[in-house]
């Protein structure tokens, strides 16, 4: 008798109990559009109408750098962002002397700097930011148009020196 009272006073309570509410629910996220995950090659909307340059991952320069017993070094230096809107990454730097052997490649990371000896709003790429002793510099020349190649104390190098990588498009 006492479970059969202990029972029925136990629904009592349930019955009395507001019931819980659920909570509203959300729809399912949709997913994006192909055309906004799609790799962007050129100027994209920033949403407001107007075009945005978009960065891109893979630049390369190409030039004839200076050399002290030959006619020149040629020279292709490849900067690989990490990412999207990053300003560091790897590097691919191919230096052949011409009229001699085999080209010379070297790889690592790359950063950038703000500022150099000329200017504190200038950017510089640097090559090797880990290796002081390896350390590469070239002041960024206009929207990635070419790059100067810097002194590692962030000057230019000498007047009438060939100091120039050109973008290859």
């Not at 192909?34 to 030039?63: H, M, R, S, Y």
Request: overall charge positive; charged content about 30%; glycine content about 8%.
């Amino acid at each position: 008798m006492r479970r059969l009272c202990s029972v029925l006073l136990a629904v009592a309570l349930c019955a009395c109990a507001r019931p819980v509410e659920k909570a509203p629910e959300k729809p399912a996220p949709k997913p994006a559009p192909a055309a906004a995950i799609a790799k962007v090659e050129g100027p994209a909307l920033n949403g407001k109408g107007t075009d945005v340059a978009v960065e891109p991952l893979v630049l390369t320069f190409e030039g004839v750098l200076p050399c002290a017993d030959c006619s020149g070094i040629r020279t292709t230096l490849v900067l690989t962002r990490r990412g999207a809107g990053w300003a560091e990454g790897t590097y691919r730097l191919t230096e052949a002397y011409i009229d001699r052997g085999s080209p010379i490649v070297t790889t690592g990371d790359w950063t950038t700097l703000r500022g150099s000896a000329m200017d504190d709003d200038d950017t510089v790429y640097e090559l090797n930011p880990d290796q002081a002793d390896r350390a590469r510099h070239y002041l960024r020349l206009g929207d990635d148009a070419a790059l100067r190649a810097l002194t590692r104390d962030l000057k230019p190098w000498p007047k009438g020196m060939p100091d120039r990588l050109e973008r290859k498009r």
